[in-house]
């Protein structure tokens, strides 16, 4: 049974970099099967992809366009994690942060299937 | 970036009646491969977002089967024959044909 759990702080200061963590259990970051990736939701902009990691034969990054200047997402195969860092931050990115794994069938994109519990992020000084 | 839109935005539904939502892309999402790469999700109160249709038409695990979706192209639909009192929630349309996965506005069912 695949869980995520999320950890990182609530609570992020203007300017600073904004750092969560999502520990998988029942799969492995390193599965070529998968992608993970993280999710943002806030009442103004909804939800929004933010990117993603996977490994086929080697590890690739994928990131919204709107983010690409302040994301990074990285795998952690010896803790079987990976971890958003989001820099810069402004109140704007205040929002629930989710993990998820996004799952395939036959090759084709099946959505993402398991999902973080959220983490609320409120940038504010 | 595909932008989806949905509607209605809000649906009161009385238990045991049937309800729909619609999805409308801004680019058609079937693949060359013949899938339509549009996924269906609800957000049931206080909870992440669970995945209720794949590739337009397929029930993700433990999906009941009263859910069912269908469409192609840009015009897609998700029903629900008969509402129960755990369905209530705020459901999302999302196309994954480009990443960037962008997700419609979310539609609010509640129980009259």
């Known amino acids: 049974q695949v869980q995520l759990q999320q950890s990182g702080p609530g609570l992020v200061k203007p300017s600073q970099t904004l750092s969560l963590t999502c520990a998988i259990s029942?799969?492995?970051?390193?599965?070529?099967?998968?992608?993970w990736n993280w999710i943002r939701q806030s009442p103004s902009r909804g939800l929004e992809w933010l990117g993603r990691?996977?490994?086929?034969?080697?590890?690739?990054?994928d990131y919204a366009v709107s983010m690409k200047s302040r994301i990074t997402i990285n795998p952690d195969t010896s803790r079987n994690r990976f971890s958003l860092q989001l820099s810069s931050v402004t109140p704007e990115d205040t929002a629930v942060y989710y993990c998820?794994?996004?799952?395939?069938?036959?090759?084709?994109?099946?959505?993402?299937?398991?999902w973080g519990q959220g983490t609320l992020v409120t940038v504010s000084s | 970036d595909i932008v989806m839109t949905q509607s209605p935005l809000s649906l009161p539904v009385s238990p045991g009646e049937p309800a729909s939502i619609s999805c409308r892309s801004s680019?058609?999402?079937?693949?060359?491969?013949?899938?339509?790469?549009l996924h269906w999700y609800l957000q049931k109160p206080g909870q992440s977002p669970q995945l209720l249709i794949y590739?337009?038409?397929n029930r993700a695990s433990g999906v009941p089967d009263r859910f069912s979706g269908s469409g192609s192209g840009t015009d897609f639909t998700l029903k629900i024959s008969r509402v129960e009192a755990e369905d209530v929630g705020v459901y999302y349309c999302?196309?994954?044909?480009?990443?960037?996965?962008?997700f419609g506005p979310g539609t609010k069912v509640d129980i009259k």
């Open positions: 998820a794994r996004n799952a395939y069938s036959s090759g084709n994109n099946a959505g993402f299937d398991h």
């Open positions: 029942g799969d492995s970051v390193s599965s070529s099967s998968v992608t």
């Open positions: 990691t996977y490994y086929k034969s080697k590890w690739y990054n």
């Open positions: 680019q058609s999402l079937l693949h060359g491969n013949g899938y339509n790469f």
């Open positions: 590739l337009a038409s």
């Open positions: 999302m196309q994954a044909l480009q990443a960037s996965f962008t």
